[in-house]
Antibody, heavy 125, light 106 residues
Framework: QLQLQESGPGLLKPSETLSLTCTVSGTSISSRDYDWGWIRQAPGKGLEWIGNIYYSGRTYYNMSLKSRVTMSVDTSKSQFSLELSSVTAADTAVYYC?????????????????WGQGILVTVSS | SYELTQPPSVSVSPGQTANITCSGDKLGDEYVSWYQQKPGQTPLLVIYRDSQRPSGIPERFTGSNSGHTATLTISGTQALDEADYYCQTCDINSVVFGGGTKLAVL
């Protein structure tokens, strides 16, 4: 059964770097059929896409966050990761990792079909 | 940047049909997906590629997309359908979510 699990610190101070990892089980993260993505949701707010990554390392980022976001993938560990630098209180949110299909060259007709449970990250001094 | 507009809230009586709209420039030229999110839960994909239902999603959920508007229709709405619903599409190298619609089953 496909599962995604987010992990990382739940509390950060302003100006620190948020680092989260998503561990994928039940399927191959190296599949050519899927991308892997991060989405966040601030308290009481809607969904905000952060970015997608393909097993090859190809990335797409939300332009509003691009200057602060780095995503990476480690196929040997079946994990992909998110780094968001210079965080502020506005980055407080539940962060979800999710599978996006189809991926690769057909990615722009896809959707997020499996989601992790989400991890709450709070930025506070 | 591309924007998707949804009504903040929609109300429906149990057993009736709920229509949740999602508007964007030439949206009909792109595929739209819909997600259901109940309080405290993870979003659930209920419609992809405009009108396709993932396995396990009830037939009362249908989708359409034409012109500048995509619509999620819930027929015979049940109390358990009360949730936030988000539309989603793709723009150039990006994923876009609508602001979400709170469906109240009254």
């Amino acid at each position: 059964q496909l599962q995604l699990q987010e992990s990382g610190p739940g509390l950060l101070k302003p100006s620190e770097t948020l680092s989260l990892t998503c561990t994928v089980s039940g399927t191959s993260i190296s599949s050519r059929d899927y991308d892997w993505g991060w989405i966040r949701q601030a308290p009481g707010k809607g969904l905000e896409w952060i970015g997608n990554i393909y097993y090859s390392g190809r990335t797409y980022y939300n332009m509003s966050l691009k200057s602060r976001v780095t995503m990476s993938v480690d196929t040997s560990k079946s994990q992909f990761s998110l780094e968001l630098s210079s965080v502020t209180a506005a980055d407080t949110a539940v962060y979800y990792c999710a599978r996006w299909g189809p991926g690769g060259s057909d990615w722009d007709v896809g959707s997020f079909d499996y989601w992790g449970q989400g991890i709450l990250v709070t930025v506070s001094s | 940047s591309y924007e998707l507009t949804q009504p903040p809230s929609v109300s429906v009586s149990p057993g009736q049909t709920a229509n949740i709209t999602c508007s964007g420039d030439k949206l009909g030229d792109e595929y739209v997906s819909w997600y259901q999110q109940k309080p405290g839960q993870t979003p659930l994909l209920v419609i992809y590629r405009d009108s396709q239902r993932p396995s396990g999603i009830p037939e009362r959920f249908t989708g359409s997309n034409s012109g500048h508007t995509a619509t999620l229709t819930i027929s015979g709405t049940q109390a358990l359908d009360e949730a936030d619903y988000y539309c989603q599409t793709c723009d150039i190298n990006s994923v876009v979510f609508g602001g979400g619609t709170k469906l109240a089953v009254l």
